[in-house]
């Protein structure tokens, strides 16, 4: 898998005590790579990587907040010496954004430039992800995808400080790694509306669909009809260990931006959503699992579809997952959860999906599977 390119490799993840940072930790544990990580606080009271101790199986855990305390990082990766960084450290709420814009815009934007400062500094060759999101476009809701070429910004704190990112990136890299005056490389990834097991994310329609009825409460939902692209937490994880391993034999992609996005037929509403995961959970009647308020609490940009064309044609990723696939892994795994008191138990659960998600695209004769 990923032409065996993380066996050994010592990897930095921000951000590991994120959903997806927890994601892509036990990941890369299963291929076989030294896994550290570094982050601040879990995004949520309840969190997959405390509650399923993930720190025990990393090789070493830094409690840094990359944008206030550059020095420490810095020193860290010096330390380390690393083959790969993933970077996924963020402030990832877009209603936090509204609460604490500052706090959005250092996280997001100085955190990524402090990265990428770190990076240009260091002897040892590291290729390295830098992870955005979707948001960081300027959201014009087109009928199409957008892709790479499109214009960054957008109307909200959160997507001006994705897309300010992007940016950063950008300028980082014309500066300093396009000549390969440095020994490093990088790369963006961006991919949005993620959804699976292990994820307590504020504001968040599946954990707080999951929350509630592990309470036997009726989820409130706003807006049932809004269409959002869902995608499963490994869909992403696995286009930016694609990248990451191809980046890392094909110089020809330093500097360069991805989409991983999801295909159209996953393009469904808020009730498509729950009607699914409800009926997984075990409801009879979909409509006794949530009930409906109306708020204009903060401004929600509509339809965001990715175009990801390129990263089909350059690293011959494509989305994995059926809709109803990417049901039945979130519902199953937050059942197990509420059901299971064993944290062992949900590891091996989280590495069996993984396990099931790699062989369904194996049949596909995805090549990163090889």
Not at 24 to 48: D, E
Not at 131 to 157: H, M, P, V, W
Not at 180 to 198: D, E, Q
Request: proline residues 3%.
């Amino acid at each position: 898998m990923f032409s065996n390119i993380f066996k050994n490799k010592k990897i930095i993840v921000t951000g590991n005590s994120g959903f997806k940072g927890s994601w892509l930790s036990i990941w890369l544990r299963n291929l076989g790579a030294n896994v550290h990580g570094i982050s601040y606080l879990p995004p949520s009271k309840t969190n997959m990587f405390e509650s399923l101790k993930l720190e025990d199986k990393l090789e070493s855990f830094n409690k840094v907040n990359v944008a206030e305390d550059y020095n420490s990082l810095d020193e860290i990766i010096s330390n380390i010496e690393p083959d790969f960084i993933f970077h996924l450290a963020a402030q990832p709420l877009v209603s936090v954004s509204y609460s604490d814009p500052l706090f959005t815009l250092k996280t997001n934007v100085l955190g990524t430039a402090n990265i990428l400062n770190s990076i240009k500094d260091q002897e040892k060759k590291i290729v390295s992800i830098i992870i955005t999101s979707d948001k960081c476009y300027d959201n014009l809701e087109l009928t199409r995808g957008y892709n790479e070429n499109d214009i960054l910004g957008g109307k909200d704190i959160y997507s001006g400080s994705k897309g300010a990112a992007e940016l950063v990136i950008k300028s980082f890299f014309h500066s300093f790694f396009k000549n390969h005056k440095f020994n490093s490389c990088i790369a963006s990834a961006r991919a949005g509306n993620v959804i699976g097991g292990g994820d307590w994310g504020k504001d968040r329609i599946v954990p707080d669909a999951v929350t509630s009825w592990s309470k036997d409460e009726k989820l409130s939902i706003r807006n049932p009809l809004s269409t959002r692209p869902w995608q499963h937490v490994l869909e992403p994880l696995s286009g930016y260990l694609a990248l990451a391993s191809k980046l890392y034999s094909d110089m020809n992609l330093n500097g360069e931006n991805f989409n991983f996005g999801p295909n159209e037929t996953s393009n469904k509403t808020v009730k498509n959503l729950i009607d699914g995961l409800s009926k997984r959970w075990g409801y009879e009647n979909e409509s006794d699992s949530y009930s409906i308020k109306h708020t204009d609490d903060f401004h929600e940009a509509g339809l965001l579809q990715l175009d990801c064309a390129k990263a089909e044609d350059l690293l011959d990723w494509k989305p994995n997952l059926s809709f109803e696939q990417m049901i039945n892994f979130s519902s199953d795994w937050y059942k197990e959860f509420y059901t299971s008191n064993d944290i062992e138990q949900m590891i091996l659960t989280s590495e069996n999906q993984i396990k099931s998600y790699v062989d369904i695209a194996s049949k596909k004769n995805y090549s990163w599977t090889n």
